[in-house]
């Protein structure tokens, strides 16, 4: 059997600290392999502050094989925002890009794009507000209030 859990970075550290310390003292079952993703440098400053200071060395007992993931190179990353928002736009009948306006404002949009789930996160919301709304307002514009609302919601996580 194999579990996922994804989001680790994403909890309390008292939690990261409960997370770990279960899979490491109550959940060793024969023939269950755990996939863990986090950001590393979360984890372990989290696991600082339950581990006295020592929380590489305790997520080194707990985990047994690493993989890096890469950060995706700038311009794929960019790529792969701008095809996101081109299928949601180009789907439409009508729709309003005042392209000069967007090429001055995008590079304010692009400081919101860290990683993948910024990008997917940024582009969902938008494609609903663009649903609603879309042939009412410029899409630079809706882009942006997107943006600058995404990043209002993740700070109150």
Same mark, same amino acid.
């Given at each position: ?13 008292? !939690?990261?600290?409960? &997370?770990?310390? &279960? ?12 996939? $863990? ?16 200071? #020592?929380?590489? !060395?305790? &997520? ?16 794929? $990353? ?6 996101? $928002? ?6 439409? !009948?009508?729709?309003? &890009? ?30 609903? #507000? ?11 514009? $809706? ?15």
């Amino acid at each position: 059997m194999v579990l996922f859990v994804d989001d680790i970075d994403r909890l309390s550290y008292d !939690e990261v600290g409960i &997370l770990f310390q &279960l899979i490491k003292n109550v959940a060793d079952f024969p023939k269950v392999i755990y996939v $863990l993703a986090y950001d590393k440098e979360v984890v372990i400053n989290a696991l600082n502050r339950v581990q006295q200071g #020592k929380g590489e !060395e305790y &997520l080194q007992k707990v985990i047994q094989v690493t993989y890096d993931v890469p950060v995706p190179e700038g311009n794929l $990353l960019e790529e792969y925002f701008l095809q996101r $928002l081109n299928s949601i736009v180009n789907g439409r !009948e009508s729709y309003r &890009l005042d392209q000069e306006h967007f090429q001055w404002i995008y590079p304010c949009i692009r400081e919101y794009i860290k990683n993948i789930r910024d990008c997917n996160r940024i582009c969902n919301a938008f494609s609903m #507000k663009y649903l609603l709304c879309g042939e009412e307002c410029d899409v630079g514009d $809706l882009l942006a209030i997107t943006c600058l609302l995404y990043t209002s919601d993740a700070a109150d996580e």
